[in-house]
Structures are given as C-alpha cells and as structure tokens.
C-alpha cells in the first residue's frame, strides 16, 4: 500500500519522499554549514539510505519525513516530519527539519514544522512529540519554540549532548 499523505501550507506541499528526491536531497544533507550539526555530511549512499529509511518507516509507522516543495515552482526545499526515535532507550514521535541553506530565515522550517505537528496530534496516537536539538544549533531550536516546544531534558546521542525539546498535546 502506497503511502499517499500530503499536507499543504500557503507556500509548501508536504509529501512522501521518493528515490527520484535523491539528488535534490544530496543538496540539502550534503551541504556542510546544513548539517554542521550533524557529525558529517552525507553522501549519496547516506542519501539514498535516508530515503529508503523514510519510506520503511511510511510502511512500519504509518508516517516519516516528507519532502518539502514550494507550492509555486515545485522547489525542492528540504524535508521535515515526524520519526521514531530513541531517547535514553524509550522510543517517542520526533519532529524535524532540514531546510535547504538558500532558503533559510524566510520561515520554512517553522511552516512544514506547524503542519507536521497539527497533522501528528490530529492523527497519531500520542500524548506528546519531542525534537532533538544540540544546545549550539540556535537555528532549530527557535524553530522549536515557536512550534511550541519547551526543553524537556537532556541526552547523548552520537557522542553529543542533544536538549531533548517537547510538546504536549493540547487539550
């Protein structure tokens, strides 16, 4: 069964990553300043691994990272969405972004980053979602505040220590 969900926004569409988003995703997580966060860059094989990690996750969770595209050109402008992911062995719904470098300040992280969130609470079946952040990525943190999300706690991950940012669902 084909994952089909797209969500869209006044500027973005929010779909499913597909293999063909390799290359213009190669923009996006190879670019250094981008994941300068992240212990290295990726490369194509890191790439098409993202992808194939997104779309068993679509089949396994019912839902993953989505490619991010400009409503009116088609740009291909990074991915954002939710994932599993572990913190101090207990799993939790993560929501994240990586937006490409030329497009940064004009709001699109915190744009895809709402409408992930509505759809996680109006769809999933979880109390809360988390979003991990190394204390010096200033950038995503303040994503995450204006999407609400408040220091939780703190973690390790990678080697790094992470703030592990949370938001509840509203009432």
Same mark, same amino acid.
Not at 2 to 5: E, G, M, N, Y
């Given at each position: 069964m $084909?994952?089909?969900?797209l969500l869209e926004t006044d500027r973005l569409r929010l779909r499913p990553l597909v293999p063909g988003d390799a290359d213009a995703l190669l923009g996006v997580l190879g670019d250094g300043e981008t994941m300068k966060w992240y212990p290295a860059p990726f490369d194509r094989d890191g790439v098409g691994q993202w992808i194939v990690r997104a779309l068993e996750s679509y089949a396994t969770n019912g839902f993953g990272l989505l490619a991010i595209e400009e409503?009116? %050109?088609g740009a291909f402008l990074g991915d954002c969405g939710p994932t599993i992911q572990f913190?101090?062995?207990e799993p939790h719904v993560e929501l994240g972004w990586h937006v490409?470098?030329?497009r940064w300040g004009e709001g699109? $992280? %915190?744009e895809g980053g709402a409408a992930c969130r509505d759809w996680c609470f109006e769809t999933l079946a979880t109390d809360h979602l988390i979003s991990l952040i190394r204390p010096e990525n200033r950038q995503s943190w303040r994503v995450a505040e204006k999407l609400g999300f408040t220091i939780w706690r703190q %973690?390790?991950?990678a080697g790094y220590r992470h703030f592990v940012y949370r938001l509840d669902r509203p009432p």
């Open positions: $084909a994952f089909d969900l409503r009116s %050109t913190v101090d062995g490409r470098r030329d699109i $992280a %915190t %973690t390790e991950r």
